[in-house]
């Protein structure tokens, strides 16, 4: 199931044609466990860095520790999904989401779901 979920990763990344990969690295640790880290350009150079420990438990896959951090060419960061146990104040604690506006209660994301919302950013809907 591990290696089933780092391939599909791996897919998902390689069909961003609108992204060039700065650096990946899908780890499976054991049958059970897997590590992986990336870094993605988008064609505007904001960026995308993630990473995440995933483990099966059960027969379900959890995340043991995640971020998913996107910014601007110039460094602004626009979201950071996150489970960094440095706001106890929140519901669902550790898990949250940084955005412009501030800290909010977040569930942790597929990284399907962070590129929607990348998209999302970088391709809004025309105004009428």
Same mark, same amino acid.
């Given at each position: 199931?591990?290696?089933?979920?780092?391939?599909?990763?791996?897919?998902?990344?390689?069909?961003?044609?609108?992204?060039?990969?700065?650096?990946?690295?899908?780890?499976?640790?054991?049958?059970?466990?897997?590590?992986?880290?990336?870094?993605?350009?988008?064609?505007?150079?904001? +960026?995308?860095?993630?990473?995440? &420990?995933?483990?099966?438990?059960?027969?379900?896959?959890?995340?043991?520790?995640? @971020? /998913?951090? *996107?910014?601007?060419?110039?460094?602004?960061?626009?979201?950071?999904?996150?489970?960094?146990?440095?706001?106890?104040?929140?519901?669902?604690?550790?898990?949250?989401?940084?955005? +412009?506006?501030?800290?909010?209660? &977040?569930?942790?994301?597929?990284?399907?779901?962070?590129?929607?919302?990348?998209? @999302? /950013?970088? *391709?809004?809907?025309?105004?009428?």
């Amino acid at each position: 199931m591990i290696r089933r979920y780092l391939s599909r990763v791996h897919s998902l990344i390689r069909s961003r044609t609108d992204a060039r990969v700065e650096m990946l690295s899908l780890r499976p640790i054991s049958s059970e466990e897997g590590r992986l880290r990336g870094r993605l350009r988008f064609s505007d150079d904001s +960026l995308l860095e993630f990473r995440e &420990a995933v483990a099966i438990e059960g027969q379900q896959m959890v995340k043991l520790n995640y @971020a /998913y951090h *996107y910014q601007r060419a110039d460094g602004t960061p626009i979201m950071r999904y996150d489970n960094a146990p440095h706001h106890p104040e929140l519901p669902g604690f550790p898990n949250h989401k940084h955005t +412009l506006a501030g800290i909010e209660p &977040a569930e942790p994301p597929d990284l399907s779901e962070v590129l929607n919302e990348i998209d @999302a /950013y970088l *391709y809004p809907a025309e105004s009428r």
